[in-house]
């Protein structure tokens, strides 16, 4: 059942017209300027704002008290009519009129009427635009993002009505503690991925009601399947709901939302109906963005894959965006844009990329181009661009023409305490276990590939060399740890024979002084990083 803003006319003629005659009436004709349409306004039955008192004067709430006057139109003619609230049944119920400058019926045949709330008192006669509150934390703010009309509605003269609905969606949010969590107090809740349509917000913070409950208003708008739509923020960290489903925000509906809070992000445990007319909503399990954007560090802190690749795409745009690890990410069955470009030290990464002793796993990257499109985590690390504490397993594959580097094709910055695990083949470019050429101001300290190199030019550690390259060891099939040596200065060692993995560690834990992690032999024999004690 669609509650709505019923507005029946005031059918009563007025007293004293003794001048209209009963032939005329029977004519369906009426005296001119003697019955001026009247309206009483009813029926604005919504469900109440929590916390909101009765006498709230919002249209959200059913109270007609907020609003002072409304804009009519009839005819293509625009009018401004007065609003009174009757107290009668707690302003549920209005009477429009204008003592002024009415319109006036002049026969008994219907007519098509429009009426909107609020009006544009620069220019009454246009219906404005849809625009809410950006922060709808007060609730003044919040009430007042609300819009009503009634549009293009067939009026009778013994029984005339207007049917006025919201214009706005309503959205409420009912938060729960889950796993990680005892309580949601203290959460900020916000509407995200809007529309900005009409000068609306992307995004919307909501209005604390009351416990757990937060509510906002919308312009009414389709958010995308797979987009952040509701976001928690609680105890340090940001929550997103991503719905299955498209959300389609319909004037008019409300829908009402609980998730359940995770430490590793929220659960949405249904939709249901609340006031308003019934909107869509979808059960099912919902999960974060897996990752916390720090604005003021421009720092990605990363801890699920969906998260380092919303951090790839975001550096793809702006190469200084910074990225920390907090768990091991898997990169199965994803794909992965190399970041950077290696042509130069100011075209590659420019940022700190700090794995924090975490490892990313299952990357891997074929290519089949003849423009030299390379394999790498890394195109370019730029000048002023640093790699540290970070373990990756790789397979890379470059088919026909391009080079593959574990963590970089080329480095013009610093890479520190890395290590690369895994098969990299390059038909006809170079192959290096860490990075295939390191020029310039490259630094490379500390760092270990293990695995196989395929099939020319190839280096354990890098393929091309003219800086530094420091404490480094690999094991595998390369011959050497650098293919072709420029003048640079180069400490890399090869593990076989009397040489172990546990000297490896020995060797290049020294030349880690000032960093955060170091080096230990692993339960598979091969160096793991572990947090300074």
């Given at each position: 059942?669609?509650?709505?803003?019923?507005?029946?006319a005031?059918?009563?003629?007025?007293?004293g017209?003794?001048a209209?005659t009963?032939?005329?009436?029977?004519?369906?004709?009426?005296?001119?300027g003697?019955?001026?349409v009247?309206i009483?306004?009813t029926?604005?039955?919504?469900?109440?704002?929590?916390?909101?008192?009765?006498?709230?004067r919002?249209?959200?709430?059913g109270?007609?008290?907020?609003?002072q006057t409304?804009?009519?139109?009839v005819?293509?003619?625009?009018?401004?009519?007065?609003?009174?609230?009757s107290?009668?049944?707690?302003?549920?119920?209005?009477?429009?009129?204008?003592?002024?400058?009415?319109f006036?019926?002049?026969?008994?045949?219907?007519?098509?009427?429009?009426?909107?709330?609020?009006?544009?008192k620069?220019?009454i006669?246009r219906?404005?635009?849809?625009?809410?509150?950006?922060?709808?934390?007060?609730?003044?703010?919040?009430?007042?993002?609300?819009?009503?009309?009634?549009?293009?509605?067939?009026v009778?003269?013994?029984?005339?009505k207007?049917?006025?609905?919201?214009?706005?969606?309503?959205?409420?949010?009912?938060?729960?503690?889950g796993?990680?969590?005892t309580s949601?107090?203290?959460?900020?809740?916000?509407?995200?991925?809007?529309?900005?349509d009409?000068?609306n917000?992307?995004?919307?913070?909501?209005?604390?009601?009351?416990?757990n409950?937060?509510?906002?208003?919308?312009?009414?708008?389709?958010?995308?399947k797979g987009?952040p739509?509701?976001?928690?923020?609680l105890?340090g960290?940001n929550?997103?709901f991503?719905?299955?489903?498209?959300?389609?925000?319909?004037?008019?509906?409300?829908?009402?939302?609980?998730?359940?809070?995770?430490?590793t992000?929220?659960?949405?445990?249904?939709?249901?109906?609340?006031?308003w007319?019934?909107?869509?909503?979808?059960?099912?399990a919902a999960?974060?963005?897996?990752?916390i954007y720090d604005n003021?560090?421009?720092?990605?802190?990363?801890?699920?894959a969906?998260?380092?690749?919303?951090w790839?795409?975001?550096?793809?745009?702006?190469?200084?965006?910074?990225c920390?690890?907090?768990a091991?990410?898997?990169?199965?069955?994803?794909t992965?844009?190399p970041?950077?470009?290696?042509f130069?030290?100011?075209?590659?990464?420019?940022?700190?990329?700090?794995?924090?002793g975490?490892?990313i796993?299952?990357?891997?990257?074929?290519?089949n181009?003849?423009?030299?499109?390379?394999a790498?985590?890394?195109?370019?690390i730029?000048s002023?661009?640093?790699?540290?504490?970070?373990?990756v397993?790789?397979?890379?594959t470059?088919?026909?023409?391009?080079?593959a580097?574990?963590?970089a094709?080329?480095n013009?910055?610093?890479?520190?305490?890395?290590?690369?695990?895994?098969?990299?083949t390059?038909?006809?470019?170079?192959?290096?276990?860490?990075?295939?050429?390191?020029?310039?101001?490259?630094?490379?300290?500390?760092?270990?590939?293990n695995?196989?190199?395929k099939?020319?030019?190839?280096?354990?550690?890098?393929?091309?060399n003219?800086?530094?390259?420091?404490?480094?060891?690999?094991?595998?099939?390369?011959?050497?740890?650098?293919?072709n040596?420029?003048g640079?200065?180069?400490?890399?060692?090869?593990?076989?024979?009397?040489?172990?993995?546990q000297?490896?560690?020995?060797?290049?834990?020294?030349?880690?002084?000032?960093n955060?992690?170091?080096?230990v032999?692993?339960?598979?024999?091969?160096?793991?990083?572990?947090?300074k004690q």
């Amino acid at each position: 059942m669609r509650h709505r803003l019923f507005i029946p006319a005031a059918t009563a003629l007025l007293l004293g017209l003794a001048a209209c005659t009963q032939d005329e009436l029977a004519e369906g004709m009426l005296p001119e300027g003697e019955y001026p349409v009247v309206i009483r306004a009813t029926g604005l039955s919504v469900e109440a704002t929590p916390q909101a008192a009765p006498s709230t004067r919002a249209t959200v709430d059913g109270d007609w008290q907020g609003v002072q006057t409304v804009a009519l139109s009839v005819g293509g003619t625009v009018k401004e009519y007065d609003v009174t609230a009757s107290d009668a049944d707690d302003y549920r119920s209005a009477t429009l009129s204008s003592d002024t400058d009415p319109f006036w019926w002049t026969s008994r045949e219907d007519i098509t009427v429009s009426a909107w709330w609020p009006i544009d008192k620069a220019d009454i006669t246009r219906m404005p635009a849809v625009k809410v509150a950006e922060d709808q934390s007060k609730l003044a703010d919040f009430q007042n993002s609300d819009f009503i009309s009634a549009e293009n509605q067939t009026v009778k003269f013994d029984d005339p009505k207007l049917t006025f609905t919201h214009r706005t969606a309503r959205v409420a949010i009912e938060l729960k503690p889950g796993t990680g969590f005892t309580s949601v107090d203290g959460a900020t809740v916000s509407l995200v991925s809007l529309s900005t349509d009409n000068g609306n917000p992307t995004a919307i913070q909501t209005y604390h009601a009351s416990g757990n409950s937060y509510e906002a208003l919308t312009a009414p708008q389709t958010v995308a399947k797979g987009e952040p739509f509701i976001r928690v923020e609680l105890g340090g960290g940001n929550f997103y709901f991503r719905p299955q489903n498209d959300v389609v925000l319909e004037a008019g509906n409300r829908y009402t939302y609980t998730v359940k809070v995770n430490a590793t992000g929220l659960t949405l445990e249904g939709c249901t109906i609340g006031g308003w007319e019934p909107g869509q909503g979808e059960s099912g399990a919902a999960e974060d963005l897996g990752y916390i954007y720090d604005n003021t560090t421009k720092t990605y802190t990363v801890y699920n894959a969906d998260g380092l690749l919303a951090w790839n795409e975001a550096a793809q745009s702006d190469l200084s965006i910074n990225c920390t690890l907090t768990a091991d990410i898997d990169l199965t069955d994803e794909t992965w844009t190399p970041i950077g470009s290696g042509f130069g030290p100011d075209n590659g990464y420019q940022g700190t990329f700090d794995g924090q002793g975490h490892s990313i796993t299952g990357l891997t990257i074929t290519t089949n181009t003849t423009d030299g499109e390379h394999a790498a985590l890394f195109d370019g690390i730029g000048s002023d661009g640093t790699v540290k504490n970070l373990q990756v397993e790789v397979n890379y594959t470059v088919q026909q023409n391009g080079a593959a580097g574990g963590i970089a094709y080329a480095n013009y910055g610093t890479i520190t305490a890395c290590s690369v695990k895994g098969d990299i083949t390059a038909n006809s470019g170079a192959v290096g276990g860490i990075a295939v050429s390191n020029l310039d101001t490259g630094i490379i300290t500390a760092c270990w590939y293990n695995g196989q190199l395929k099939e020319r030019n190839i280096g354990g550690i890098v393929s091309n060399n003219n800086n530094t390259v420091t404490a480094c060891y690999w094991g595998g099939n390369a011959g050497q740890g650098v293919n072709n040596n420029m003048g640079g200065t180069v400490d890399a060692t090869k593990v076989e024979g009397t040489t172990t993995w546990q000297e490896a560690v020995e060797g290049m834990n020294p030349a880690l002084t000032g960093n955060d992690y170091q080096w230990v032999l692993g339960t598979d024999d091969l160096p793991v990083l572990q947090k300074k004690q």
